[in-house]
């Protein structure tokens, strides 16, 4: 989905649509953000399975290259500073969908279940456990799928650790739902890390459910993981 780039959020920072170019740039940024991540760590530190290596790691920037090409084709996802912090966010004012709209819907999916496949068993299990018990709760404490339509879901958020402090997830974030707030729009979003939990409740959000991961699996001997579902409801502008 196209923006309008070179917008000046109310944090200062320039807030643009992620070009193509740019998408190497942000998946490398992905990975990064998430490197120590609870739940994605959880997802990948599978026994017997080290996703490691010069190699491995730029297989995995590229695979979220293509994820993120495919993304931009129905989704907002908007960038500061080149691919340095990221957001996706649906939907905004998208419209009514298209053929190709679902061809592209196809092939997120698919592609997601490939990659999945390529997991070892255990992590395929963990994967659905994850995202399954988050579905789950998100249906619980904010509707099911026909009720989240006319929502804005910010889907994923991150920002590299070398350009950490300089705001630019607040300002991408603020972005998100100021246009929210235009179109009269709740927002919801899943944190799979508690320690960003403040970070969304200062911009807003309400903490309205958790769900926890790896406290019934026997090859996963740390303390469980928490995913945190949060809502924000629109202001009036």
Request: proline residues 5%; glycine residues 8%; charged residues 25%.
């Amino acid at each position: 989905m196209s923006e309008k780039a070179g917008v000046t959020s109310s944090q200062g920072a320039d807030v643009a649509a992620l070009t193509y170019g740019q998408a190497y740039t942000a998946a490398k940024t992905w990975h990064a953000a998430m490197e120590k991540d609870p739940i994605f760590v959880y997802m990948r530190e599978v026994p017997g399975y080290k996703p490691r290596g010069p190699l491995m790691m730029h297989l995995r920037i590229l695979a979220t290259m293509v994820l993120l090409w495919l993304r931009m084709q129905r989704k907002l996802v908007l960038t500061i500073n080149g691919g340095q912090s990221l957001i996706i966010a649906e939907p905004v004012n998208l419209g009514k969908k298209k053929i190709l709209d679902y061809l592209f819907d196809w092939a997120v999916m698919f592609f997601l279940w490939c990659m999945n496949k390529l997991r070892p068993r255990e992590g395929q299990k963990r994967w659905a456990e994850v995202y399954g018990k988050l579905d789950e709760a998100t249906t619980r404490y904010i509707g099911d799928a026909d009720r989240r339509k006319g929502m804005v879901h910010v889907a994923a958020l991150g920002t590299h650790p070398a350009a950490q402090g300089k705001r630019y997830g607040g300002a991408l974030l603020d972005y998100v739902t100021a246009m929210a707030d235009k179109n009269g729009q709740t927002t919801h979003l899943e944190s799979s890390n508690p320690l960003n939990v403040p970070f969304y409740r200062r911009h807003g959000f309400v903490v309205v459910g958790e769900v926890s991961a790896g406290d019934d699996n026997p090859c996963w001997t740390r303390s469980p993981v928490r995913g945190t579902i949060l809502v924000r409801k629109p202001k009036e502008t």
